[in-house]
């Protein structure tokens, strides 16, 4: 039997470590209380409406759980609606060492507004608090970090188990061990490893979502839009292919390219199609 080559599972650990050596001995200001929670909630309500391109409306019910309630449900925080406006309640998880991460989790929770895709609410709720970070938060800039460094954990988690090569993320936690940051995902390793497959809270909490942020290579667009009028105003330029003819060459560009490039649409010929698009 070949050995499986761990270097992808190394290279996740190696990037998740450079996350938390960033955050270091950083004490960021927490959210201690539920007044700091709500108060958090207000600020960040215009971020998740600016990223889910939809307004927000009244924020829901924000709070720490009960010691007992926090002992049944572990370091989970949930979103929990019946679909109607007072029913939407926020519960997060009072563990001490969730703490620092709390922030980026509250963006997931108050995402989730707008959904429950795990993987779509874990990528907004990442955004809007890499967001913050950018601007200089304190408290954002650490615990989009530890967000990160949880997603790429999860991630080597996955492809640990199909390769059946558990031995790097082991010694990953006994060497941080000692990292607060780190009971939530070693409590989950703890549940996952020994298993042949990765299980579905690994795939949709950081797999996909992981995935979908290295899927975007350095220089890539982020965003793009255009008004077809001020091109033809300024370039002269026509459209000469409908939508839907646009669509069905496209696909089959595409399609045809991954056996062939020289048989893609002219214009796609230089585009590498990235693994597992
Ligand atoms: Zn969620």
Redesign the pocket.
């Known amino acids: 039997m070949v050995a499986a080559d761990t270097t992808p599972i190394r290279d996740r650990i190696r990037r998740a470590e450079a996350f938390l050596d960033q955050v270091g001995e950083v004490a960021p200001p927490l959210l201690d209380d539920d007044a700091a929670l709500r108060g958090e909630a207000r600020r960040l309500r215009s971020l998740v409406e600016m990223v889910a391109g939809r307004p927000y409306g009244r924020l829901p019910h924000v709070a720490y759980r009960g010691r007992l309630e926090t002992r049944l449900m572990g370091p989970w ?3 929990l609606t019946l679909g109607i406006g007072l029913s939407r309640v926020v519960r997060m998880t009072s563990w001490e060492t969730s703490r620092p991460a709390i922030p980026t989790v509250l963006a ?2 108050l ?2 507004r707008f959904g ?1 895709d ?1 993987s779509l ?2 990528l907004r ?1 990442l955004e809007v608090s890499a967001r913050l970070a950018e601007q200089g938060d304190s408290m954002h800039q650490v615990s989009a970090r530890l967000e990160l460094a949880r997603l790429l954990l999860g991630a080597a988690m996955g492809d640990a188990l199909r390769a059946g090569a558990g031995e790097e993320i082991d010694a990953f936690f006994e060497a941080h061990a000692d990292r607060p940051a780190m009971a939530r995902p070693c409590q989950q390793w703890r549940r996952v490893k020994g298993r042949r497959l990765p299980d579905w809270s690994l795939t949709v ?1 950081a797999e996909i979502p992981c995935a979908s942020i290295e899927a975007a290579r350095a220089g890539e667009l982020q965003r793009s839009s255009l008004a077809a009028a001020r091109a033809a105003d300024v370039l002269g330029w026509r459209p000469e292919t409908g939508l839907s003819d646009g669509l069905r060459v496209t696909y089959e560009s595409v399609r045809l390219g991954r056996a062939n490039p020289a048989a893609r649409a002219p214009g796609a010929r230089d585009v590498r199609v990235a693994a597992g698009a």
């Open positions: 925080s949930q979103y997931h929770e995402s989730h429950f795990e609410t874990t709720g909490y």
